[in-house]
């Protein structure tokens, strides 16, 4: 699925050529990007360093809200510092949507702490108060949210059920930048943490990379220790400042979680794109949604008027009218040279979680019915006008004959 979303589909050799061959995701790297990563590899210091700093600072003032952002290699490493500074362990429980990329519930077994499936809502397939309230118990430590697609998750009647309760929330926004709920954007809406993904096909990149993000001067402090080996100063400040620069104190296990220079250096300048990236992804829905439009579709929903969605992803539903299985409608898109992808099959569909993700006398139905009709069309920033128009137009070929 990695490589599928990276490149998209390739043609093979035996094949006819095709009119366009239109991959899930591209990303859009520019010059500055390429001279920023040819300076670092020229600047002598290849780790983490200045410029995974500077990459931090500017993204915490881009998110706002006073928080402090700690650069890390992975939004999965993001996800499991925020969970290990919360001090979640055995016999904690975390509320987990079932429509979720399996990082999100899988650092909560690295603790040790059960996962907790929640089914989701069919128009926004967001996790819901209501299914938190009902799966929250006098074990619930944390609940985490995942902006699916890049659409946010209602933070302020969740941060608001969470406070009553002492519970902790973890926003998974590997989808949600940038996107806002309630005018705050996400980030910076009062979570405990929230972690971005910058992976290949995020709505930015580093390649690999994320970024956790907190106000709370406790969690930062712990993540930042335990993102490198529990070290009590990092390298950087070891071998940059004149007095005692070799000594250190280790005061825990602490991970290898540290972003690169040279990655942080593609990261800044792909942030300093990230709005005009989320115009263009805002561009690209829009066609789509004229596009298919009357087709026996259902559309992803638009934000409400206080909110802003990134358009990370672009998922249809395909209606019973359709009378086109999901798998026969992507193996249609397969055969006209564009890319796609199935966000998500549930976790509970999967064998580890089956056994560990506490679902005993659960039902998952609108998770299951979300997974059985839905395929992602390409999204991606620099898709041009007629890419877009060749995915409507295949769509149409496959089920313009059905009615809506
Ligand atoms: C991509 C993704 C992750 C993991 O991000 P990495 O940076 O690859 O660790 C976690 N959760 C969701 C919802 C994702 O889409």
């Keep these: 699925m990695a490589n599928i979303e990276e490149h998209g589909r390739g043609s093979t050799p035996e094949e006819p050529a095709r009119v366009l061959d239109i991959p899930f995701f591209r ?3 520019s010059q500055t990007e390429i001279d920023a990563v040819v300076a670092v590899l020229k600047s002598g210091w290849l780790s983490t360093g200045a410029v995974a700093r500077e990459f931090e600072q500017k993204f915490a003032n881009y998110i706002g809200g006073g928080v402090e952002a700690i650069a890390v290699n992975s939004a999965t490493a993001g996800l499991h510092l925020a969970l290990e500074a919360l001090g979640i362990g055995p016999g904690d ?37 209501a299914e938190i309230r009902r799966l929250t118990t006098e074990r619930t430590r944390a609940i985490m949210p995942v902006h699916f697609g890049g659409l946010p998750c209602d933070m302020q009647a969740i941060l608001g059920f969470a406070r009553e309760r002492g519970i902790a929330v973890v926003d998974d926004a590997a989808h949600a930048l940038p996107a806002s709920s309630g005018n705050c954007r996400i980030g910076a809406s009062g979570a405990d943490a929230t972690v971005f993904s910058f992976y290949a096909n995020k709505t930015i990149t580093t390649g690999e990379g994320g970024m956790l993000v907190t106000a709370r001067r406790d969690l930062a402090e712990r993540a930042k220790v335990m993102r490198l080996h529990g070290m009590n100063r990092d390298a950087f400040d070891r071998f940059t400042k004149k ?10 296990p602490g991970f290898k979680y540290n972003l690169t220079d040279i990655a942080a250096a593609i990261g ?7 709005d005009l990236f989320s115009e263009q992804r805002a561009r690209v829905a829009a066609r789509y949604k004229r596009g298919l439009k009357g087709l026996p579709l259902d559309l992803p929903p638009d934000a409400p008027a206080t909110d802003t969605q990134s358009w990370h992803l672009f998922t249809v539903q395909l209606k019973p009218s359709a009378r086109v299985s999901r798998d026969d ?10 890319g796609f992808s199935v966000h998500y099959k549930p976790l509970h569909m999967m064998t580890y979680w089956r056994e560990h993700g506490s679902i005993a006398n659960q039902a998952f139905p609108v998770a299951e019915d979300h997974f ?23 769509v149409r070929e496959c089920i313009g004959g059905a009615t809506a």
């Excluded at 409608?329 to 564009?338: E, M, S």
């Excluded at 069309?377 to 007629?386: H, K, N, Q, R």
């Design 27 to 29: 990303a859009s790297i």
């Design 268 to 274: 800044i300048g792909q942030l300093a794109r990230a």
């Design 329 to 338: 409608f992507v193996a249609h898109l397969n055969r006209k040279g564009i």
């Design 372 to 394: 059985a009709r839905t395929a992602s069309l390409p999204i991606f920033p620099d898709m041009t006008e007629a890419e877009v128009d060749y995915v409507i137009a295949a």
């Design 243 to 252: 007095s005692l620069a070799w000594e250190y104190d280790v005061v825990a």
């Design 93 to 129: 429980e975390v509320i987990v949507p079932t429509l979720t990329f399996t990082a999100t519930a899988e650092v909560v077994r690295y603790l040790g702490a059960t996962v907790v499936l929640a089914d989701i809502d069919p128009a926004t397939r967001n996790l819901t108060l």
